[in-house]
């Protein structure tokens, strides 16, 4: 089973989500890391408008969990990153404090799932983000919500350099 090939739609231009970690050379997804592996693939799009972040994540036989279908702390960390990803090209330097992943049927593997991440609302330092993996067919197999908080720039700021670099800002 191989990830098919990800063409983005009409609008949507390719971005990297800013790093903070080591991770993988490029800029690549710190979930799928690996573009020529088996477990996750995940491509992320800007398309503007209400809900900007969008994505695609394929689901291969190594983030299998129930057999024949994708492990819950898969789509959980697919989830994670696109919201914190959300939140910072939406100018919110932040880590995630809370999340709460709902899973509303089972993905099965070989799935290649609309990923979408939206920022819903700042207050001070706290930043509230949702995100859904959506089927071709519309069905929705995992919600979440998350609560991320902005970083101290005094405390990360070589981090916080780093990334704004990675990110082109």
Known sequence: MSAPEVTPEPGWRPIEPPRLERGTPGGRSFVSGDPQGDRLRVCYFWRGGERPLVGRAWFGPGAEGPPGYAHG????????????????????????????????????????????????????????????????????FAEAKALFVTLDAERFGGMLEKAARTAGS
């Open 73 to 140: 702390g898969s789509m959980a960390a697919v989830l994670d990153e696109a919201m914190g990803a959300a939140a910072w090209t939406a100018g919110h330097k932040v880590v995630a404090v809370q999340l709460d992943t709902s899973f509303r049927r089972m993905l099965p593997l070989g799935t290649d799932a609309l990923l979408e991440a939206w920022v819903e609302g700042v207050e001070g330092r706290k930043v509230r983000t949702a995100g859904r993996l959506v089927g071709e067919a519309g069905e929705v």
